[in-house]
């Protein structure tokens, strides 16, 4: 059964980057088919997805966070990192990690994190 | 950033059937597959729906997926308390350059 772990840092000082990386185990990040993603969720709200890379490093991204974000991969350690740069208090939020599957017109997330909080405050 | 509308709440007693609605447009749900995630309090989104009405293996079959040119709707027949949780339709959006977009959520109640 894949399973996925976020970890990181809870606490960024507003400015600062955000540094998140999700542990893959039960299978290979290197799967063909398959892209891993970031969705966050501030609390009480709706999920925003962020963005995505697939084994082989392409990336995409929400174009609403205006180049601030960075995904890469290590396929050595099966994990994948997120980096977020000049985060606000907005940024306070739930932050998932996914396997994302499909492609073109469909594209769904079929394994989940358990989520891992960051507060953006001084 | 939600483009994806949905009614806030939805409520229904045990064995009833409640639907939920998705109002999208015609560079998401009009041209791309729905999928539907259930968040029950305090835990991660679960994938419910994919390709607009296929459930994946475990899903029971009273979650029930369909979508209708712009639109999408879930439905869960013999509404059971566990199925007390958030729902979100969600699509790939294809404006700007590209982006999955998800709904605004719906709480459903089971009263």
């Known amino acids: 059964q894949l399973q996925l772990q976020e970890s990181g840092s809870g606490l960024v000082t507003p400015s600062q980057t955000l540094s998140l990386t999700c542990a893959v185990s039960?299978?290979?990040?290197?799967?063909?088919?398959?892209?891993w993603s970031w969705i966050r969720q501030p609390p009480g709200k709706g999920l925003e997805w962020i963005g995505y890379?697939?084994?082989?490093?392409?990336?995409y991204y929400n174009p609403s966070l205006k180049g601030r974000v960075t995904i890469s991969v290590d396929r050595s350690k099966n994990q994948f990192s997120l980096k977020m740069s000049s985060v606000t208090a907005a940024d306070t939020a739930l932050y998932y990690c996914?396997?994302?599957?499909?492609?073109?017109?469909?594209?769904?997330?079929?394994?989940w994190g358990q989520g891992t909080l960051v507060t953006v405050s001084s | 950033q939600s483009v994806l509308t949905q009614p806030p709440s939805a409520s229904g007693t045990p064995g009833q059937r409640v639907t939920i609605s998705c109002s999208g447009t015609?560079?998401?749900?009009?041209?791309?597959?729905v999928s539907w995630y259930q968040q029950l309090p305090g835990t991660a989104p679960k994938l419910l729906i994919y390709?607009?009405?296929q459930r994946p293996s475990g899903v029971p079959d009273r979650f029930s997926g369909s979508k209708s040119g712009t639109s999408a709707s879930l439905a869960i027949s013999g509404l059971r308390s566990e199925d007390e949780a958030d729902y979100y339709c969600?699509?790939?959006?294809?404006?700007?350059?590209?982006?999955?977009?998800f709904g605004t959520g719906t709480k459903v109640t089971v009263l």
């Open positions: 039960g299978g290979s990040i290197s799967s063909g088919g398959y892209s």
């Open positions: 996914a396997r994302s599957y499909g492609s073109g017109s469909n594209y769904y997330f079929d394994y």
């Open positions: 890379i697939y084994h082989i490093g392409s990336t």
């Open positions: 015609s560079s998401n749900i009009g041209s791309n597959y």
């Open positions: 390709s607009n009405n």
């Open positions: 969600a699509a790939w959006d294809d404006s700007l350059s590209g982006f999955y977009v």
